[in-house]
């Protein structure tokens, strides 16, 4: 019935010298002749659209919503759910490699959505776009071999002085930690990576919010205990970013005897909107595991699992991280949180670099 009417609606636009175009569920049961595509649940459907002579307008969830969240929850608007930075917006493109160049002329480019059923002002709808909507621009207006995310993250920051001369508010970037949890055996360092031009990194030792009276950032500081570091960019206005947080763990880990490979999976019944505490609850079952992964077919559909093993680290150094879940997860290493992708959300993929000791 879907395809019928769509079918009829795309002849009923051609008579009258115009063009149907839909998002990509009019692709169920058969694309309209001239219908062109709003690729939004995934770039596959516009692939499968432009092999087939379709015009498409790439626009997934994945690098184009503006409406999810930009960073920690805790300290950025209310959104929608998801998470998409900067960086992967940046990251996005546009042009999906395995089409051929015929092909690729369907692609005629993308559009970034932001949906406001959760923003009710103008400043809260300006902060979700910017600098997301100039990184979607520098994408679909550049060739790949010309994008370079340090380069866009200088050349924003003259943009964000015209939006600061117009009272537009946008997002600033918060300090970029080297790592996001730093693991010491006797003493270690938590250092940040160069600010916005015209900004100052201020920064807390005891877990407290920065202001602009908190110490400002020049090298690394020094650490030997275990605590938290946050930091806060701060404009020569006094504007301040959202805060980040450095995890310091001083650990010295027990001889764990002999090991085998594996990993100790426990099972968790009931419903959760996050990640439970594991130490306060019992687990309904337990297995020695090579792996894990869903099939769609499992005899339970409400549960929480913990899965536990060792990490043989060789060499000090910071190693990135990323954690994807469809709900909330979260990765811990040495009892501190180095991945946080907690609560209820579609598909979403969290990064975190962590410097670990051998």
Known sequence: LQSWFIRRIEGYLAAKERRLIGWDEIQEGGLA????????????????????????????????????????RAHEPEAIGGFLPVERVYAFEPVPPELTEAEARHVLGAQGNLWSEYIP???????????????????????????????????????????????????????????????????GEVAFEPTALGHTIRYTLDG?????????????????????????????????????????????????????????????????????????????WTAEVDGFVFSGEEPEDEFALRIRGWLDVRTAGVVEIALGSDDGSILSIAGARAVVNDGLHGHAIRRGRVHLEP
């Open 208 to 284: 407290s919010e920065p202001t602009a009276a908190s110490p400002a950032y020049a090298a690394p500081i020094p650490v030997d205990s275990t605590g938290r570091v946050k930091a806060a960019a701060f404009s020569a206005g006094g504007e301040a970013s959202a805060p980040v947080a450095v995890d310091v763990v001083r650990w010295a880990p027990a001889d764990p005897g002999p090991l085998e490979p594996g990993l100790r999976l426990e099972g968790y019944r009931g419903r959760f909107q996050r990640v439970p505490a594991f130490e306060d609850r019992s687990p309904a």
């Open 33 to 72: 002749p001239g219908a062109a595509m709003m690729v939004w649940r995934s770039v596959k459907y516009g692939v499968e659209a432009a092999r087939a002579g379709h015009d498409v307008v790439m626009s997934p969830t994945s690098h184009c919503y503006f409406d999810y969240y930009q960073g920690d």
């Open 121 to 187: 002002t103008f400043d809260h709808l300006t902060y979700m776009a910017f600098p997301r909507a100039a990184a979607l621009a520098e994408v679909v207006w550049s060739p790949a071999a010309l994008r370079d995310l340090d380069g866009f993250r200088r050349r924003w920051q003259v943009q964000a002085a015209r939006l600061d001369a117009l009272g537009i508010r946008h997002r600033r970037e918060p300090p970029r930690p080297r790592a996001s949890m730093v693991l010491i055996r006797d003493a």
